[in-house]
């Protein structure tokens, strides 16, 4: 999910829940929100304090909703790079650890063998342009593949 839709679901979320008490990752994405309208000029450094403030020291739902009320949601994400989900992740360091194994395996044959030239540079360029190639398509994913 990019981050303009977190936000918006996380707003209609605070906004039928009010009165459902707020975890800690509630109250920190709102003091982000906060803190990015005073970077953008948006807030004085006065009234983001207070705005921090009171999110932190919030405790429902509807103590979070007037303190980003007036601040315009945060533009759309840019489409196609995504998030790795923890499987995609797990299976991207597989990925790399493999990876790795066969980069020293193939240096420790190029140093004790009789060979002057760098004759792993080949593999070891296809190797990497596997793990970027994983990395490119596993973020970029449209939808969950069924197993």
């Known amino acids: 999910m990019n981050e303009s839709t977190d936000h918006t679901a996380h707003?209609?979320?605070?906004?039928?829940?009010?009165?459902?008490?707020?975890?800690?990752?509630?109250?920190?994405?709102v003091a982000d929100r906060i803190r990015v309208a005073a970077a953008e000029g948006r807030l004085t450094l006065e009234e983001a304090d207070e705005r921090q403030q009171a999110a932190y020291a919030a405790r429902v739902a509807a103590d979070l909703v007037p303190l980003t009320a007036d601040l315009p949601a945060p533009p759309p994400a840019l489409p196609g790079r995504?998030?790795?989900t923890p499987d995609a992740s797990r299976r991207l360091m597989i990925h790399v650890g493999l990876a790795l194994a066969l980069v020293a395996i193939v240096l420790v044959r190029w140093v004790a063998g009789p060979v002057s030239f760098f004759w792993p540079g080949?593999?070891?360029?296809?190797i990497l342009v596997s793990v970027a190639a994983h990395y490119w398509f596993a973020t970029r994913r449209r939808t969950a593949q069924p197993r």
Do not use: H, M, N, Q
Not at 122 to 126: V, Y
């Open 82 to 84: 995504r998030e790795l």
């Open 122 to 126: 080949g593999p070891i360029f296809w």
């Open 11 to 29: 707003t209609a979320r605070l906004r039928s829940d009010a009165a459902v008490r707020l975890s800690d990752a509630d109250r920190e994405a």
